[in-house]
């Protein structure tokens, strides 16, 4: 990804701005409480015909998967796509359906970038941050790093760190 591609979009840089300051509040640190009862999973779905977006999110229950509260959000995609913003589009509707919820979760995971990010705030990142939360991003894709590939093994499960400017700033895991 080219990150500099729409920094010249003079319209976008007040959103650069928030994402350094968001930037500035990321706890890196395990700090999850000590006895996590309820974990939840956050994506949003897209329909790009209609300009609707509707995120979504489910609370489970930790020890026995199961679920104990669910929340949705629709609304008007207000955000464009901008490759390294994408938090800007993906977060209002989480946060509004997180609102919504009578049970709280200790962490969420998300469909999205934490810290891999090339500004260090991805999805998962930018979503803590705005609820005061833990989470933890789980993206299908690389955007930033490098991983020792020779390491990672062939068996389900098998995890390697990757780094970024010689920090690790997650983990690349075989599924």
């Known amino acids: 990804m080219n990150k500099d591609l729409y920094e010249n979009d003079k319209g976008l840089w007040p959103y ?6 968001l930037r500035k509040e990321v706890i890196k640190e395990n700090c999850l409480p000590n006895a996590i009862r309820f974990v939840a999973g956050v994506d ?7 300009q609707r977006m509707i995120g979504g999110i489910v609370v489970l229950q930790k020890d ?14 207000t955000f464009p796509y901008v490759p390294g913003l994408f938090s800007f589009r993906e977060v209002p509707p989480i946060v509004q359906a997180y609102h919504d919820l009578k049970i709280k979760p200790d962490v969420i995971v998300c469909d999205g970038h934490g810290i ?5 705030v ?3 990142t930018h979503l803590g941050v705005k609820l005061d939360v833990p989470t933890i991003g789980c993206a299908k894709k690389r955007l930033v790093g490098v991983w020792a590939k020779e390491e990672l093994e062939a068996r389900r499960g098998s995890a390697v760190p990757l780094y970024s400017e010689e920090k690790i700033v997650g983990n690349v895991l075989r599924t």
Do not use: R
Request: no cysteine; proline share 3%.
């Open 16 to 21: 650069f701005v928030e994402q350094n300051e």
């Open 116 to 120: 891999a990010h090339p500004k260090g």
């Open 64 to 77: 026995t998967l199961e679920v104990v509260e669910e929340s949705y959000h629709e609304m008007d995609i």
């Open 44 to 50: 949003v779905a897209y329909n790009e015909g209609e």
């Open 122 to 124: 991805g999805m998962a």
